[in-house]
């Protein structure tokens, strides 16, 4: 497998809880590079627009206005199967299925306050890097 990199994003409720450096730890624990790194507090339209492809859901609202509330730390994350890394690394949505040892089932609060976004695909992975960063800030 090939080297990859992936979108990551350390959520409100987590950053609001001083878990910036306890997920981080995790990501490098699990062999992901931590390329870049950086602390934001979105508004509610911009967390609109990451979150577009969940526009007709009926959590939509609740989830823009969730990702607005504190600050968030967007990275990437660099290594062997990053993307799908990473999504094993985090665990699943909910964090009552989520699988013991992984990020959400450690810390998440609910399905909606799951600490963690990732990347689930390389076109994915690619567009939502490129939202936040630019080539410039990406230090492999
Ligand atoms: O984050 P992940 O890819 O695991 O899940 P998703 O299905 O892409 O949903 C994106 C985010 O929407 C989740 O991480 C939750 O924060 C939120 N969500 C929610 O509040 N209620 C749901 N029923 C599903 C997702
Ligand atoms: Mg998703």
Same mark, same amino acid.
């Given at each position: @497998?090939?080297?990859?990199?992936?979108?990551? =994003?350390?959520?409100? !409720?987590?950053?609001?809880?001083?878990? /910036?450096?306890?997920?981080?730890?995790?990501? $490098?624990?699990?062999?992901?590079?931590?390329?870049?790194?950086?602390?934001?507090?979105?508004?509610?339209?911009?967390?609109?627009?990451?979150?577009?492809?969940?526009?007709?859901?009926?959590?939509? !609202? $609740?989830?823009?206005?969730? @990702?607005?509330?504190?600050?968030?730390?967007?990275?990437?994350?660099?290594? $062997? !199967?990053?993307?799908?890394?990473?999504?094993?690394? @985090?665990?699943?949505?909910?964090?009552? $299925?989520?699988?013991?040892?992984? =990020?959400?089932?450690?810390?998440?609060?609910?399905?909606?306050?799951?600490?963690?976004?990732?990347?689930?695909?390389?076109? /994915?992975?690619?567009?939502? =890097?490129?939202?936040?960063?630019?080539?410039?800030?990406?230090?492999?």
């Amino acid at each position: @497998m090939a080297i990859q990199r992936t979108f990551s =994003i350390i959520k409100p !409720d987590a950053t609001k809880r001083n878990l /910036t450096g306890a997920i981080a730890a995790e990501f $490098e624990a699990a062999g992901l590079r931590i390329i870049a790194s950086k602390r934001l507090h979105l508004t509610k339209a911009q967390a609109g627009v990451f979150y577009a492809v969940h526009a007709e859901r009926p959590f939509y !609202d $609740e989830l823009c206005t969730y @990702m607005a509330s504190e600050p968030i730390v967007a990275q990437v994350l660099e290594g $062997e !199967d990053a993307i799908a890394k990473n999504r094993e690394v @985090m665990g699943a949505t909910d964090p009552a $299925e989520a699988a013991p040892g992984t =990020i959400r089932a450690k810390y998440a609060l609910s399905k909606g306050e799951n600490s963690v976004h990732g990347s689930d695909a390389p076109e /994915t992975a690619a567009e939502e =890097i490129a939202y936040f960063f630019s080539g410039l800030e990406l230090v492999g």
